[in-house]
Structures are given as C-alpha cells and as structure tokens.
C-alpha cells in the first residue's frame, strides 16, 4: 500500500500541498478530480518522487521516505520500481520502435533477456488491441495509438501501481475513448491504479475511490459511489459546472 502522511509543498508563494495525508489500497482504482491547480499533479509527481515535498513520509510497503531529507538515487529507484508514471503526452523515445521502446525498461534495469521482454511486449500490445505495431516509430501512431504504448511502457515493468496523469488531456474524444477502455480492462483485473482526470465518465465507471481536491486540500476520500450518489456543498457545485444538463 501507498501511504501519503502530512505531506507539504510550496512552488514559491504557492501553496501546493497542504498537510495531507491519504492511502492508496492495492489492487484498487483511486481517481483523483479536482478543479484546474488544485495540487492533483503535484500530488502524483510526488508519490514517483518527480516532486519533492519540504515535508512529510512516503510509505510504500517496506519504504519510508523522509520528505525532509534529501532524496538519493537509490531511494527514487526503489520507488519508481514499484510505480510506473504515465504522462500527458507518452513521452515515447522517437528514435526507438514501438518494441524497443516497450523492452528498453526490462532489459537495461530488470536485465531481462531480450527474447523474455519481447514476449512480454508482445503480450501487451495485444492487451491494449496494437498486436502489429512492434515495428513502428512512435510517429508512425496516431496520439490514442502512443498513450496505449506508453501505457505498455509502464506495465512491462510490472509496477505495483500505475499512476497516470491526465492520460487522455491531448487526444481527441475517438482517441480518448481507445485508451479509457485499456484503463478499464486495466481496473477489470485490479491492476493499481492512481489516476488524475477531468473525466466524470471514466471516474464513474472505473474508480473505487475517489479523492477531491482543492487548493491543495482533499475535501472528499471515500467510495466513488457515494461522491456520486449524494453529492452536496463544494462537491455538487463543482460537478455541476462540468457538466451539461
């Protein structure tokens, strides 16, 4: 399990991360919502150690991070072992094919031998429907096309938790639809997932939990069926402004 304890950060005169304090469950889906600049990113960046808080732990299973000290090398390693980050925009190396680009993880630091982590690629790329893609630059792909690689990127290193940010922000509502449906066969199978979207579709048929944010506070830490279910106050006011109707 992710545990978060009085985590804290600044970016100059603003205030990020207030004091908070959360768990992330194996084997569950968390989405964390929240309006524009409310700390959702900062938060995620933080838990991969992209981010440094001035304060608070990171607890991953047998891992404690002091967020008051320095971060070496071997302690960002450990931790992003366990979590693989999936960004706005895949983030794919362009000089690599798409199975290279998937394997160059596997090999370099699980030391996987290539034919172990091709098999694997290859599995993956028929999870997420590009079975004959392996040979392809990552230009050669439409955007809903790289964001799926990318998320194959990240599972070939069999990470205890997915954490993805904003997944589907670039992509047009064809493209999005492709990689959300990876991200709920993904939740089908209990893989870990800590996921920041604006999409109250996706939030509502895939998340066991959701977190509410705001101005670097959470406001809500609970099921998704009740946050939906009865929504009220700062929750309800912000649900409506998203949508139509």
């Known amino acids: 399990m992710i545990r978060l304890e009085h985590v804290d ?9 207030k004091d908070v304090s959360l768990d992330f469950p194996e084997n569950q889906t968390t989405v964390i919502i929240g309006p524009s600049g409310s700390g959702k990113s900062t938060l995620l960046r933080a838990i991969n150690l992209l981010e440094h808080p001035e304060t ?35 983030n794919l190396f362009p000089h690599l094919t798409v199975l290279e680009n998937i394997t160059e993880g596997p090999r370099v630091v699980l030391h996987q031998s290539k034919a172990k982590s091709e098999q694997r690629a290859q599995e993956l ?15 050669q792909l439409s955007g809903g096309q790289q ?65 509410f944010f705001e101005d670097g506070e959470v406001l809500y830490d609970g099921a998704a069926k009740a946050f939906f279910a009865a929504p009220s106050g700062r929750i309800k006011q912000f649900l409506e402004a998203i949508t139509l109707g």
């Open 9 to 17: 950060k600044r970016f100059q005169q603003h205030h990020a991360l």
């Open 56 to 90: 608070g732990h990171l607890k991953f299973d047998d891992l404690d991070v002091d967020f008051s000290k320095p971060l070496t090398n071997k302690v960002k390693f450990a931790v992003r072992r366990k979590s693989g980050m999936v960004f706005q925009n895949w």
């Open 125 to 139: 790329l028929k999870l997420v429907g590009l079975p004959d893609t392996g040979k392809r630059y990552p230009n």
């Open 147 to 211: 964001q799926r690689i990318s998320i194959c990127r990240a599972l070939a290193m069999d990470p205890e938790y997915i954490l993805l940010d904003e997944p589907t922000s670039a992509l047009d509502p064809e493209l999005e639809t492709q990689v959300l449906r990876v991200l709920k066969d993904l939740a089908a199978q209990h893989q870990a997932m800590i996921v920041v979207t604006h999409n109250m579709d996706f939030a509502r048929l895939v998340a066991d939990r959701i977190v």
